[in-house]
């Protein structure tokens, strides 16, 4: 069984983050979708608010796992004998960080590959960080976030 693993702080899931989990899920056995618990950024949501969003959003898709993990990366993915990295692009300006991390996770966890995936062209412009700005400037975040999530988020931000 391949199982792959999409990590990311997903605060909150957007429909780039969608695009990629529908994506790889439908390449793999089995997807988890890992948010992390990032110590150094001071989230929107809560890791559990994160994670119900990310499940309302994909619940039709039957082979994900939604959870969260702490600690490193590398170890994580050895953890659940996951051998794929997944990591979306938007543009060349993810790659130089990504590929850094790609080379680390692959020196940390030899057994581990990190797969790019482009992300669909009408999110190559979409960031969580965006969507906060937006909905905290009261600016419309239809097609940018899942239609269920919108108002969640919204509230969130006022
Ligand atoms: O959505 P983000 O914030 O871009 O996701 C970043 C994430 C969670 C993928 C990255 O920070 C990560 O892998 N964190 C886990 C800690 C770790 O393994 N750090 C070393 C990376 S080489």
Same mark, same amino acid.
């Given at each position: =069984?391949?199982?792959? @693993? ?9 429909? #780039?983050? /969608?695009? *990629? ?7 793999? %056995?089995?997807?988890?979708?890992? &948010? ?16 119900? !969003? @990310? ?15 702490? #600690? +490193? ?7 659940? $004998?996951?051998?794929? *990295? ?5 543009? &060349?300006? %993810?790659? $130089?960080? $990504?590929?850094?991390?790609?080379? =680390? ?9 990190? +797969?790019? =995936? ?7 412009? +979409?960031?969580?960080?965006? &969507?906060?700005?937006? #909905?905290?400037?009261?600016?419309? /975040? $239809? #097609?940018?976030?899942?239609?269920? @999530? ?6 969130? !931000?006022?």
């Amino acid at each position: =069984m391949k199982t792959a @693993i999409y990590p990311g702080s997903f605060d909150p899931v957007t429909n #780039g983050h /969608l695009d *990629i989990i529908k994506r790889s899920s439908a390449i793999f %056995d089995k997807l988890i979708v890992a &948010v992390s618990v990032n110590r150094s950024k001071t989230p929107l949501f809560t890791v559990q608010e994160r994670i119900e !969003l @990310i499940q309302r959003v994909t619940k039709d898709i039957q082979n994900i796992e939604v959870v969260t993990f702490d #600690g +490193l990366l590398a170890d994580y993915a050895k953890q659940r $004998e996951a051998s794929v *990295i997944v990591k979306g692009l938007r543009a &060349v300006t %993810d790659f $130089e960080y $990504e590929f850094q991390m790609a080379l =680390m996770n692959k020196n940390l966890n030899p057994e581990t590959e990190t +797969l790019f =995936m482009a992300t669909s062209q009408n999110y190559s412009f +979409l960031s969580s960080s965006v &969507v906060k700005e937006i #909905g905290a400037l009261g600016g419309n /975040l $239809e #097609g940018l976030v899942p239609n269920e @999530i919108m108002n969640e988020i919204k509230m969130k !931000l006022k």
